[in-house]
């Protein structure tokens, strides 16, 4: 067991991310096992929760013409246009039906602002709207994160950034997180991961 100061966190292991839903990430199912193990590890276990409502601005079905996966510019700036996924109720923004979501001392939802999507658990992609999760972590005096889930080069990636420019040491265990490699996205979240001093491995 870690000591106090270490919390698991779990990003976006629902069922949209896995193979099956409707933003699937490639052997998103295939890490549940190790995240359940892992968390025997931590004596702090966060869960994320992608949830967005059913108009969400991310989707692209809110933007005549666009098709997933096109790009566009918001008042924050450029950001991805998803498939509708992960909308708040639905079996696709439920958890995988294997993780242990009994072990989650916290389960932090984000996305659920029409106008803004949020990648990380720390920060709205405008950058500055928080999620709180911060002020959780470290009224509970951790300040030691390792993070898993989905997907490496999106939720995860922006998570681990934000917590290192916050001052956490991170690590991001690779091998418990599946990407979704959209134009080199996955290469660039490497990138800026190690950039920020996040330790991937
Ligand atoms: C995610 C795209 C849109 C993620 C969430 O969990 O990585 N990616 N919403
Ligand atoms: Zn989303």
């Given at each position: 067991?870690?000591?106090?100061?270490?919390?698991?966190?779990?990003?976006?292991?629902?069922?949209?991310?896995?193979?099956?839903?409707?933003?699937?990430?490639?052997?998103?199912?295939?890490?549940?096992?190790?995240?359940?193990?892992?968390?025997?590890?931590?004596?702090?276990?966060?869960?994320?929760q992608?949830?967005?409502?059913?108009?969400?601005?991310?989707?692209?079905?809110?933007?005549?013409?666009?098709?997933?996966?096109?790009?566009?510019?918001?008042?924050?700036?450029?950001?991805?246009?998803?498939?509708?996924?992960?909308?708040?109720?639905?079996?696709?923004?439920?958890?995988?039906?294997?993780?242990?979501?009994?072990?989650?001392?916290?389960?932090?939802?984000?996305?659920?602002?029409?106008?803004?999507?949020?990648?990380?658990?720390?920060?709205?992609?405008?950058?500055?709207?928080?999620?709180?999760?911060?002020?959780y972590?470290?009224t509970?005096?951790?300040?030691?994160?390792?993070?898993?889930?989905?997907?490496?080069?999106?939720c995860?990636?922006?998570?681990?950034?934000?917590a290192?420019?916050?001052?956490?040491?991170?690590?991001?265990?690779?091998?418990?997180?599946?990407?979704?490699?959209?134009?080199?996205?996955?290469?660039?979240?490497?990138?800026g991961?190690?950039?920020?001093?996040?330790?991937?491995?």
């Amino acid at each position: 067991m870690r000591d106090a100061t270490h919390a698991l966190i779990v990003i976006d292991v629902q069922n949209d991310f896995c193979p099956g839903g409707a933003l699937a990430v490639p052997g998103g199912d295939q890490i549940v096992p190790g995240i359940n193990s892992l968390m025997e590890k931590f004596p702090a276990v966060i869960l994320t929760q992608d949830w967005h409502p059913a108009d969400h601005s991310s989707f692209a079905s809110q933007h005549p013409g666009a098709a997933p996966m096109d790009m566009t510019e918001m008042p924050y700036g450029p950001q991805v246009l998803w498939p509708d996924h992960c909308v708040q109720g639905t079996k696709g923004a439920a958890f995988h039906d294997d993780l242990n979501t009994t072990r989650a001392d916290l389960i932090l939802r984000k996305g659920f602002r029409r106008k803004i999507d949020s990648y990380s658990a720390f920060f709205e992609n405008d950058q500055t709207t928080p999620t709180g999760l911060e002020g959780y972590l470290r009224t509970r005096g951790i300040d030691h994160l390792t993070m898993v889930g989905l997907a490496t080069d999106f939720c995860v990636n922006f998570s681990a950034v934000d917590a290192a420019k916050l001052g956490f040491a991170v690590e991001v265990r690779g091998d418990l997180c599946r990407a979704i490699d959209l134009n080199g996205s996955l290469a660039a979240a490497r990138d800026g991961m190690a950039a920020a001093g996040v330790t991937v491995t």
